[in-house]
Structure formats: structure tokens, C-alpha cells
């Protein structure tokens, strides 16, 4: 079992940053592949970034590709979402989940069995 917490979320302007950050609980966090989706108002969950154990592979959604990047400090049993150029379309709730498999590849809400309470970004034309 583990439990996440994202914080770093807000209100910015087109083109602006953020950074999302997401605590885990427990001390086998390296053993989780992380991820980050993200859910905007009336539209289906969608799966953004994830980063396996070892930071060894991190794919993206092709939406954030080149603009985000997440990584993770397993001393600090957190990951990160660095989003870069924000855009409207980029407003949404920013969840991270976990897997618990050091390896797993995540590409739905399916592959992932930990989810984070969310947290709020909005892009500002």
C-alpha cells in the first residue's frame, strides 16, 4: 500500500510553468513505476507521463511531449512534473499514480493501482 500526495498546482498564464509534485508513503518507492495523468472537466482521464524505478525509461504522452518532464528523487519518495509552455488545453486535475512494478509500462488509468488525490491546474489565455 502507498499513498500519494500531489501538491503544486495553480492558476498560470499561457506559456507560463509549473511544477507538480507528488509525495509516496512507505520506504519502497524506487519499486514503483510512477505516473502522472490528468482529467479536464467532461472528458475522460488521460494518461500524461510515467517514469519506471530507476528513471531508466520516462515516456510521454505525444499532447506534453517537449514541453514537460517528469522525474523523481527516490531519496525523497518523490516525482515531479516540470510542465514548460503551458497551454489551455493543458487546464485540468493532475493526478499521479503508481504501479507497483520498478519496470511497469503505464499507458491507461488501468495499468496503475495507487492514485493521488489530485491536484488543480489552470492555464489562463
Known amino acids: 500500500q502507498v499513498q500519494l500526495v500531489e501538491s503544486g498546482g495553480g492558476l498560470v498564464q499561457a506559456g507560463e510553468s509549473l511544477r507538480l509534485s507528488c509525495t509516496a508513503s512507505?520506504?519502497?518507492?524506487?519499486?514503483?513505476?510512477m505516473a502522472w495523468f490528468r482529467q479536464a472537466p467532461g472528458k475522460e482521464r488521460e494518461f500524461v507521463a510515467f517514469?519506471?524505478?530507476?528513471?531508466?525509461?520516462?515516456i510521454y504522452a505525444d499532447s506534453v511531449k517537449g514541453r514537460f518532464t517528469i522525474s523523481r528523487d527516490n531519496a525523497k519518495n518523490t516525482v515531479y512534473l516540470q510542465m514548460n509552455s503551458l497551454k489551455p488545453e493543458d487546464t485540468a486535475v493532475y493526478c499521479c499514480?503508481?504501479?507497483?512494478?520498478?519496470?511497469?509500462?503505464?499507458?491507461?488509468?488501468?495499468?496503475?493501482?495507487?492514485w493521488g488525490q489530485g491536484t488543480q491546474v489552470t492555464v489562463s489565455q
Open positions: 499514480a503508481a504501479a507497483p512494478f520498478s519496470s511497469a509500462w503505464v499507458s491507461s488509468q488501468y495499468d496503475v493501482n495507487y
Open positions: 512507505g520506504r519502497t518507492f524506487s519499486a514503483y513505476t
Open positions: 517514469i519506471t524505478g530507476n528513471s531508466g525509461r520516462k
